[in-house]
């Protein structure tokens, strides 16, 4: 098997790799296919030479090509034993592969490309490279159908200098024309230092990846433990209701109980004495019915006869009357249980509130810190848009509910409960409970807060007024300067003046930040504290013709 794989490698190396057909030899002993070489030297006649594919010796005249015919005999021979030395399909170049150069006919695959041939190679035709000293120190790189990239379109070069300069590759023959006083080197040595910075680059990255990999693996536990905190919770919280219901129900049953027990007692009370009773009417009614008969004897010695042994009738033992408390039954216990269930329901609201505030404050991720720029700030920013229904009449609404203006006569709102009825104030239609930025652009004297929405709204008192209660953070923006305010404590602020005012709120955080904007971003007050239910945006305008308005970003 072996000695028929020689004999196919023998009798097959020609330009097709398939075996020869009327084989020839040419002068530097190597042999082809006829019609081969032949169309090989066709294409070889613009350069004026002609040379072998394999060991590329140079002829100056076309040999003359005669049939050999003691190889053609033999190639007969090899055919007879039924071997087939054609590649299989696969071996062929396809539309997307890179195709040997030295093929004629159907090419095969590239499996090499040389940087200094500018050509590719396939199996056989590569063996040169491997074998002819001076061709073995040729670059052979992956099979690349860019190679012709590699060479100046200017003077048909092979570009091996790099111009730092113009951050491009060329030949030699640039450095002394257009390049000239350039700073060059050869593309092998800026190869070299730009693979150390890609390099070390790979290594950063490759150190971010594990950084990640460590963070995700990190995340992944965090999601582990949030969800078997939670599904114990969850589980605890259930035993504890549960423990509370069933006590309630015992109570309940306690209740029930006792009532049903002192229904027994009383209605035998009542009927005891409703028996006796009974019976001392049927006895009056016997006297009665004896009394009347004797009334009625008209025998005068007769009735004074038996007059004495009518005995007088028995004192009761009972009061002459009974007294009973209408409508006093059990409804005084109804009272009490409803008194203890106003009083449950208070405890359940204000422990629910606490519970509900603990349940938020379970943050696992550190936000990230406030951004240095406006742009960073942008990335949060958040539409926000005044309520009609909290302006105060003297508020007109305009540009799509962004912007508020204070005006002499009172607008034609309708009645509502959460309009302010005494300060020029209006509240934002959304509620903010995220991280959210938006800016605000004042006309005269203004005020920016952040509040509640249970703030009171009638009347003129503290409890209506931004940063006079606690339900409200506020920020006064005037000429004379800056003043923030919480809870009727108030801050003076010293801080160049601009109209331009950015809002940075954090909820989950409960960090409220007030900027000044303008080229830069200047911080004027920040707040660090919890906050308990989400905020709206709100707006506080000063005299009549200024005005604030919510701004689109820009």
Not at 56 to 71: A, G, M, S
Not at 250 to 274: F, G
Not at 349 to 360: A, H, K, Q
Not at 388 to 400: I, K, M, R, V, W
Request: hydrophobic content about 30%; charged content about 25%.
């Amino acid at each position: 098997m072996e000695q028929n794989q020689l004999d196919q490698e023998t009798f097959s190396r020609s330009i097709c790799l398939d075996l020869l057909k009327d084989p020839v030899a040419i002068p530097c002993g190597h042999s082809y296919c006829m019609n081969c070489i032949n169309a090989h030297w066709d294409e070889e006649d613009q350069k004026g030479n002609h040379s072998c594919p394999q060991c590329r010796e140079t002829f100056t005249q076309r040999p003359n090509l005669k049939r050999n015919t003691i190889l053609a005999v033999l190639v007969e021979q090899l055919k007879k034993t039924g071997l087939q030395a054609a590649p299989a399909d696969h071996c062929f170049a396809g539309p997307e592969d890179v195709a040997c150069d030295f093929c004629t006919g159907r090419k095969l695959k590239a499996i090499k490309s040389c940087l200094v041939c500018l050509a590719s190679y396939c199996e056989k035709h590569l063996q040169p490279h491997y074998h002819v000293a001076p061709l073995k120190k040729h670059k052979l790189v992956e099979p690349s159908k860019n190679l012709q990239e590699n060479i100046c379109s200017d003077h048909d070069e092979v570009m091996k200098i790099f111009c730092r300069t113009d951050q491009k590759c060329i030949c030699y023959l640039c450095c002394l024309d257009e390049h000239k006083d350039h700073d060059t080197v050869s593309a092998a040595a800026e190869r070299t230092e730009r693979q150390r910075e890609l390099e070390e680059r790979r290594g950063r990255i490759h150190q971010r990846i594990q950084d990640r990999e460590k963070d995700v693996k990190l995340l992944q536990q965090e999601v582990e433990a949030i969800n078997h905190s939670a599904d114990k919770t969850v589980e605890d919280s259930e035993k504890i209701f549960t423990e509370l219901i069933r006590l309630i129900q015992k109570r309940s049953s306690d209740v029930k109980q006792q009532i049903r027990s002192q229904q027994e007692t009383e209605v035998s009370r009542v009927k005891e004495l409703q028996e006796k009773l009974e019976q001392e009417i049927t006895e009056l009614k016997k006297k009665e019915a004896e009394l009347k008969q004797l009334l009625n004897t008209e025998d005068h010695n007769q009735f004074l006869h038996s007059y004495p042994s009518l005995s007088a009738p028995s004192e009761s033992t009972h009061s002459s009357s009974i007294n009973i408390h209408p409508l006093r039954h059990f409804e005084d216990v109804t009272a009490a249980v409803s008194e203890l269930r106003d009083k449950l329901q208070d405890i359940l609201r204000e422990t629910w509130t606490n519970i509900s505030i603990t349940i938020t404050e379970v943050d696992v991720l550190l936000s990230d810190p406030e951004p240095k720029s406006r742009a960073g700030f942008l990335k949060y920013f958040c539409k926000i848009t005044l309520d009609p229904n909290t302006a105060h009449t003297q508020l007109l609404l305009s540009e799509g509910n962004r912007k508020v203006t204070v005006m002499q006569q009172h607008q034609s709102y309708s009645s509502h409960p959460e309009r302010f009825t005494d300060w020029w104030q209006v509240l934002s239609r959304e509620s903010l409970n995220r991280r959210c930025y938006w800016e605000v652009e004042g006309k005269g004297g203004v005020r920016v807060a952040v509040v509640y929405k249970n703030i009171s709204r009638a009347g003129n008192g503290n409890g209506c007024k931004f940063g006079w209660n606690e339900k409200s953070w506020a920020l006064d923006v005037s000429q004379d300067g800056y003043k923030f305010g919480h809870n009727n404590i108030w801050t003076s602020i010293s801080a160049p003046y601009s109209s331009r005012i950015g809002v940075h709120l954090d909820h989950s955080a409960g960090i409220l930040s007030f900027y000044s904007v303008s080229k830069t971003m200047t911080l004027l007050h920040r707040v660090q504290t919890t906050f308990t239910q989400p905020l709206h945006a709100g707006l506080w305008v000063y005299w009549t013709g200024n005005s604030a308005e919510i701004c689109k970003p820009i």
